[in-house]
């Protein structure tokens, strides 16, 4: 569990040359870092650590970072969208998620409905994200009809 607490606080603040073995020379700047004047996504914000929940509520609340192995901290401004399948609430109700960090993110919650619950617009997406790849791929690949017609009985007998 450690390894991968380091490994994620490396990914999301950076690490300074010299900070662990195996460092890159110069260090590396974290997603913070990159994102700065812009947005920053982080999914499954539900299987974050707790010493990382700190360190992410300290960028939110105080605009900076520190780097793995870094000393002064450097300024960001970063917008966060979080995701998560888990129940916020009743992990804060445990203590596995910070409530402040809760509170921080939880600006406009939006929740959604499974696709799985939904089947009649598998279909409707499939042909939206084909129709999307065959622009980026210049290519005019369709689903069959057996596909389609397939689905839509499913559908109906549901």
Request: no cysteine.
């Amino acid at each position: 569990m450690y390894k991968r607490q380091e490994l994620l606080e490396s990914e999301l603040f950076g690490y300074a040359e010299g900070a662990f073995t195996g460092a890159k020379k110069g260090g590396k700047p974290g997603k913070f870092q990159l994102a700065n004047h812009g947005t920053l996504f982080l999914d499954e914000i539900g299987d974050m650590p707790l010493p990382l929940q700190v360190k992410i509520l300290r960028a939110l609340q105080e605009r900076e970072i520190e780097k793995v192995g870094g000393g002064a901290p450097m300024p960001v401004d970063v917008r966060v969208i979080s995701a998560t399948r888990q129940d916020l609430p009743q992990m804060m109700a445990e203590g596995s998620f910070r409530e402040d960090l809760y509170y921080r993110l939880a600006v406009i919650n939006m929740e959604t409905v499974p696709l799985r619950e939904r089947p009649g617009d598998i279909l409707l997406h499939a042909n939206y994200y084909l129709d999307e790849l065959n622009k980026k791929y210049k290519t005019k690949i369709i689903l069959s009809d057996p596909v389609s017609y397939t689905h839509l009985r499913a559908h109906e007998t549901t």
